[in-house]
């Protein structure tokens, strides 16, 4: 909802250059506080970098979704976002072979069909918008693969806060080559920024990342995908 409501006054790359970096000065005092950890340059240089390649898929997959929601309401951006629930444990037998039982599939099917009734228009065609936020929820995936694979032997909230931080740097780079922005713009919006800052690029992707250290992989992405619900 905040991301909509933003989206009425900044486009996404200048949005999200906001949002995640307000998100990673937010973690920084967590980060302080919570690991205090002896100076071991090896687990921060393999943190770094995995914030890093997550950052990547986290960049295309926020600045797909702040795209396509601002052609769609929030509701249904929502509902085609979680369409990564499915993707992740397709993805998963894809690529690494990880059996997949009868349910997945059967889901697969009637997400897809959901989806279709969803997105479909009075006069049967399918709009811009969600095509775009379709797109996303394969990067969305990709974000949380990602994390499972890279999540074990580093600082969790530090990663959390680099993660933020490299993905505000990306975005930062599309803003300034592509898009204008003015200071009332980011005033209007100020209130959403700071949710989307503090709330869910620090807190709720966080949790997303102390949850999935212990968390079946296939399993988080439903947890994850009830956001669609609130």
């Known amino acids: 909802v905040a991301q909509k409501l933003g989206a009425d006054s900044i486009p996404p790359f200048y949005f999200n250059f906001i949002r995640f970096t307000i998100g990673a000065l937010a973690l920084l005092p967590v980060a302080l506080i919570f690991e205090k950890e002896k100076k071991d340059l090896k687990k921060l240089t393999r943190t770094i970098r995995a914030a890093a390649l997550c950052a990547g898929f986290l960049f295309v997959a926020a600045s797909l979704q702040q795209t396509g929601i601002a052609m ?8 085609i976002t979680a369409f990564y629930s499915v993707l992740v444990p397709i993805f998963y037998f894809i690529l690494f072979r990880r059996k997949t039982g009868i349910n997945i599939w059967i889901g697969a099917i009637l997400a897809i069909t959901g989806i279709f009734l969803l997105s479909i228009n009075s006069d049967y065609s399918i709009g811009t918008g969600d095509i775009v936020l379709l797109a996303g929820s394969v990067f969305w995936a990709g974000h949380i693969i990602a994390i499972d694979k890279l999540i074990h032997n580093i600082s969790p909230i530090k990663f959390a806060m680099f993660q933020a931080l490299f993905c505000g740097i990306y975005n930062m780079f599309f803003a300034v080559f592509t898009e204008t ?29 102390l949850g999935q250290k212990d968390a ?6 439903i947890i994850l995908s009830t956001e669609s619900l609130f």
């Open 72 to 79: 769609t309401n929030a509701g249904k951006g929502a509902f």
């Open 181 to 209: 922005v003015t200071f009332s713009d980011i005033y209007s919006a100020g209130l959403e920024l700071l949710y989307c800052g503090i709330c869910s690029s620090g807190i709720a992707y966080t949790c997303q990342i």
């Open 216 to 221: 079946d992989p296939t399993i988080a992405p």
